[in-house]
């Protein structure tokens, strides 16, 4: 099973409307395509979402770094040699989500080898995931109306409400209003996106202590490190460390260092390798752990549910898996579906990733 290609195919999918948070907003799903070739005749899947006001990756820089550095250092590798893999990828700092994009590629190229869904591989807890919706900026009632309707389609109760925006007020009215409306028996937590202070963190959090939150995520910058502890410090529900923890070295400083108590794992930026490496740490210190999302396409939740649902500690916690429902199209021939709140693994080898040849010659931009 030695490496024998590597393609990197750029595509764009708009979204049903534009996606807003306190560090950016999208409008469209540009995202890259990755298939790792074998001599063996498997091909392995994934994909790889670009986030510059994140992580500094572009689609261009993502096709650049797989194209002219990474595939050269792979090429004649075996899907076995995974380490070896690591080790030539990490030669190279940053570019996460070009590195997870080709991890995950070649698990999937194992699990084709092995007769044995990815997912099966790498723990087998589950097959399937509670599913964590994300709301988006926007004027209350739009976001409660949207939550409403999340609901009722496919049975989502679990809300991942963003926060951040100034005045801190809004984003308090707008939690309230849904905890109104959605009622006690919904499950809602906070996400930041790093646009608060610590002190407006910690006012905001003050006012909304009545409406059983159950976990609060990148209110204020990590970089701000004194108030970040003291943030953390005084709050009563786990505190998530994201964009802050994309490493297991980060994931060390935030949990021991007192800027987290909770991380948030996204296989768009670890892969399955290091993304296993970070759950085993979390485990360790006692730290729970959430399925996060990068905003991915189906190919990127396909993965995110495969990990999540392989291991206990990843699949205790609903995962944010719905982004793709946003989207106005994907490149899976069979898409997926999200029923009674749940998103199931896919069956067969592999990570079970087909696309349609059709949509991929509609939305592919290097044509």
Known sequence: MKITRIETIPFAIPYRKPLRFASGEIHTAEHV??????????TGVAEAPPRPYTYGETQESIIAVIDRIFTPQLLGLSALERETVHARLDRTVGNPAAKSALDMALWDVLGQATEQPVSGLLGGWTDRMRVSHMVGFAP?????AEAERVREVHGITVFKVKVGRQPWTDDVAACRALREALGPEAELYVDGNRGWTAAESARALREMADLGLTFAEELCPADDVLG????????TVPFIADESATRPAEVTRELLGGSATAISIKTARTGFTTSQRVLYQCEGLGAAVVMGNQID???????SVAFGAAHRSSSRHAGEL???LDMTDD????PLSVVDGHLRVREGAGLGIVIDPEKLARY????
């Open 331 to 334: 490149l899976l021939a069979e």
């Open 33 to 42: 395509l990755v298939r790792v070739h074998t001599d063996a005749g498997l």
């Open 322 to 324: 719905s982004n793709f």
């Open 228 to 235: 970040r502890r003291w943030l953390v410090g005084q709050c």
């Open 140 to 144: 209350a009632q739009e976001m409660v």
């Open 297 to 303: 396409g189906q190919i990127g939740t396909l993965c």
């Open 364 to 367: 592919r931009q290097d044509v």
